[in-house]
């Protein structure tokens, strides 16, 4: 069966520092992945998607950015955290040729900047 | 731009009553995901609808999709307390390829 990991659970960071979430999926290949973030008592909003290694794309232009260095991990990161990028950070997968599918989401990590 | 429209956001209601929260969006699809959040959890899949009239039930919720009227309902019949959380839906537009999710609806069912 198929599970995502999310890490870490929780993080505090004062503003102004990096930011580096990582996710990663087991059972199985080439998954569509996508970070969202929820802001409290917010919806989502989705930050980034990937179809492939090395391929992303972002939904909003902001101070974060995204890799997919490998097949099932992706990598969230900010050089400089601002107070807005307090939220409720999710990873999803997907599969199927298109990232339309029916998406599976992580734990979450709740990143709190101060 | 799609706009993917929940009513109410907000709902409170009592043990063993029937409501339905509706899910209106505003271009073609033929799929249509609804999903539940704790307080404080990650989202978890309930119903994936993939054609007009598709109809699936999962104990005491009912979804529904009228891809003619844009239109998905999800019912609750005979409410119970652990049936509080918030329930998002989201649509895939058919020329498109991302889900665009709804504000959410947030129920809470009072004993």
């Known amino acids: 069966s198929q599970t995502i990991h999310q890490w870490p659970a929780t993080l505090v960071q004062p503003v102004g520092s990096p930011l580096s979430l990582e996710c990663t999926v087991e059972?199985?290949?080439?998954?569509?992945l996508y970070w969202y973030r929820q802001a409290a008592g917010r919806g989502l909003q989705l930050l980034f998607y990937s179809i492939g290694i090395g391929q992303i794309s972002s939904e909003v232009p902001q101070n974060l950015s995204a890799s997919r260095p490998q097949d099932r991990q992706f990598i969230l990161s900010s050089k400089k955290l601002l107070l807005s990028d307090s939220g409720f950070y999710l990873c999803a997968w997907s599969v199927g040729m298109r990232p339309g599918g029916t998406q599976y989401f992580g734990p979450g990590t709740r990143l709190l900047v101060l | 731009e799609l706009k993917v429209e929940q009513n109410p956001l907000f709902l409170s209601m009592q043990e063993g009553k029937n409501y339905t929260i509706y899910c209106n969006y505003s271009?073609?699809?033929?799929?249509l995901y609804w999903y539940r959040q704790d307080p404080g959890k990650s989202l978890e899949s309930l119903f994936v609808?993939?054609?007009?009239?598709a109809v699936k039930q999962e104990g005491r919720l009912m979804a529904s999709l009228d891809t003619k009227a844009r239109l998905s309902t999800l019912h609750i019949t005979a409410a119970v307390h652990d049936l509080s959380a918030t329930y998002f839906c989201a649509v895939v537009p058919n020329r498109d390829d991302k889900i665009i999710f709804g504000k959410g609806t947030r129920l809470h069912i009072l004993p």
């Open positions: 609808l993939l054609s007009n009239g």
């Open positions: 059972g199985t290949s080439n998954p569509n």
């Open positions: 271009t073609t699809s033929d799929r």
